[in-house]
């Protein structure tokens, strides 16, 4: 894949306790994907292990290798089971 961690990216795996896997699993095979009004592409993927909570994954797709923004658990996605 062609993405890269910005230092907030890898700041909020820490901060936010998520694990790396998981952003790369979300980025490979997401269960939802889409353009946000800021033209970045949003990733988002149940995450089984967390209790089905969605992880969200920001990407900005202008810059080569493309960038990893931000990573949360979305509250506001629901969870799946």
């Known amino acids: 894949m062609d993405f890269e961690l910005t230092k907030h ?29 800021d033209n970045n592409i949003h990733y988002l993927k149940s995450i089984t292990e967390y209790d089905g909570r969605m992880l969200h994954v920001i990407v900005s797709p202008h810059v080569s290798p493309k960038k990893v923004i931000t990573i949360f658990f979305d509250r506001k996605a629901g969870r799946q089971k």
Not at 10 to 37: A, C, F, H, Y
């Open 9 to 37: 990216a890898l700041d909020m795996l820490k901060e936010r306790n998520i694990s790396e896997e998981w952003v790369w699993q979300t980025l490979d095979n997401p269960d939802r994907k889409n353009v946000g009004v």
